[in-house]
């Protein structure tokens, strides 16, 4: 038998890219002031900035769009997306969002608030900016390994239960209005969370009183995780591990943009009725109707059948063994990268792949610019021009230098990824000549999506 796992699925309709030259990229960038966010797409060959929202959608799913009913009230389309989602995660009240960050908005909103505490294993950006903003303290457990970028171990994503218990303790039940764990944890690498972490989580919080809340973005890839790592759970199908995923928790928020492989969608799940209740009347006033809530009618279907087709195995096994074969290309000839590989991208250490450039000259942006320049690969850098401050004029480092190459689901073929691994391996190579960089720009808030850039020369 041959081993190569291929793309399970046949390619119907192609969008070309555009091939560009080092020259044209390299005057393109500076006119964008280095930051990657500012350049047009068509001049990016391999777009790896995210996987959000970049998924190529099945023949079935456009066949679903065209089915798609519009109707403001009742829709069918409505009633085929609630009855695949209550049999995916057995939870009653199911409430469309036209994407991950309006289920977030909501729920905090209905159940957040002032001087109230969320723990997670980790916050993705927008789940603690809407706790945040909602007044809530946003708090983050993951366990100790998952900052260490050169440590394996099988669930780096998981939360670190002792800290739980003790801020429970020390916070007080009644702050604590519910607790949530993100699958697979994003923010570290996209690395998954066991089952046994979940369940005991559940156990501890029941004593406690304390609701669960899956962000479940990622919910296929970390059931199929826990298929190949964890004790128990090989003959078990992905869709049984993502069940009882799904029945530890007392609701859910969802990006269908990352798992239910649409370009745009989301949903918030709760099981406490008069919770829902709020939750739909405030969906009401900022997405829509309860039966389409943001999206349309087209939108619920494509999303319904998303949601069957990421449970297919022949499918997660293409998805987690590309992300571990383009992970493996790299260590191979030496680039530093977090290990294992997660779930929706690779990770590049930036402080170790380049040691002379320190955290305040941004290594993780000067590999970005980089790869852009030396073939056309978008990336992100996930470091301190994300994550750093400038408090009281001292430059405080993020945790962690990264840059993320995120792969689209669907989206690129075995090639690709060997020319991109071949990209990163020659700008490693070359790595004793690229600049640091300087912030010449930058607005109050959110800086990485706007801030202007330039080359520091030593
Ligand atoms: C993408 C994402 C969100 C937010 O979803 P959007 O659809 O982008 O609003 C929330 N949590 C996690 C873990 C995510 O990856």
């Known amino acids: 038998m041959a081993k190569t796992i291929i793309e399970p699925f046949k390619i119907k309709s192609v969008e070309p890219i555009k091939f560009t030259s080092p020259e044209y990229r390299g005057r393109v960038l500076k006119e964008a002031h280095y930051n990657l966010f500012l350049l047009k797409a068509e001049d990016v060959l391999i777009d790896f900035l995210t996987d959000s929202g970049t998924a190529a959608m099945s023949s079935k799913q456009w066949a679903a769009l065209m089915d798609g009913d519009e109707s403001y009230a009742g829709s069918r389309s409505f009633f085929t997306f609630e009855k695949v989602v209550k049999d995916l995660t057995g939870l009653r009240h199911i409430i469309p969002t036209h994407q991950g960050r309006a289920a977030e908005k909501i729920l905090f909103t209905v159940a957040g608030g002032k001087g109230k505490v969320i723990p997670n294993n980790t916050h993705f950006d927008t789940t603690r900016a809407n706790a945040e903003f909602s007044g ?19 669930f780096k994503g998981d939360m670190d239960l002792n800290r739980l218990e003790d801020l429970v303790k020390r916070t007080g039940r009644e702050k604590i209005p519910f607790c949530m764990i993100t699958v697979t944890n994003n923010s570290v690498g996209g690395q998954p969370v066991s089952m046994k972490n979940i369940r005991e989580a559940k156990l501890l919080l029941d004593k406690f009183d304390i609701p669960l809340i899956l962000d479940a973005c990622r919910f296929a890839e970390n059931a199929f995780f826990i298929k190949l790592r964890e004790p128990g759970y090989r003959e078990k199908s992905v869709r049984e591990i993502a069940r009882e995923m799904f029945s530890y928790a007392d609701g859910c928020t969802m990006s269908a943009k990352k798992d239910a492989l ?47 087709e990421v449970l297919d195995e022949d499918y997660l096994k293409y998805r ?7 992970g493996e290309k790299l260590l191979k000839e030496g680039v530093p990268v977090l290990v294992p590989t997660g779930g929706h991208a ?15 000259s941004y290594p993780g942006q000067s590999i970005a610019v980089e790869l852009y320049i030396e073939g056309g690969i978008r990336s992100v850098e996930i470091g301190s021009v994300m994550f750093g401050k ?20 669907r989206v690129y073929t075995q090639s690709h990824i060997d020319f991109a691994a071949e990209l990163i391996i020659e ?27 330039e080359p520091v020369l030593s």
């Open 346 to 360: 690779v990770f590049l250490d930036a402080r170790r792949f380049l040691p002379n450039i320190p955290s305040s």
């Open 136 to 154: 809530c303290i946003a708090v983050d457990l993951p366990v100790q390994v998952a900052l260490e970028t050169d440590a394996f171990a099988d």
């Open 262 to 308: 649409v370009n745009i969608g989301g949903f918030l799940a709760l099981n406490d009725e008069a919770l829902a209740e709020k939750a739909r009347s405030l969906l009401i006033m900022t997405e829509g109707f309860p039966t389409y809530g943001g999206l349309a009618g087209r939108d619920l279907d494509a999303m319904a059948q998303g949601l069957v």
């Open 320 to 326: 987690i063994r590309s992300i571990e074969y383009f």
């Open 390 to 409: 400038e408090a009281g004029g001292e430059f405080q480092a993020a945790q962690l230098e990264l840059v993320r190459l995120a792969v689209p689901r």
């Open 427 to 453: 700008v490693f190579k070359r790595r004793e000549n690229i600049p640091g960089y300087k912030i010449t720009y930058e607005p109050p808030y959110l800086r990485h999506f706007t801030a202007h850039f």
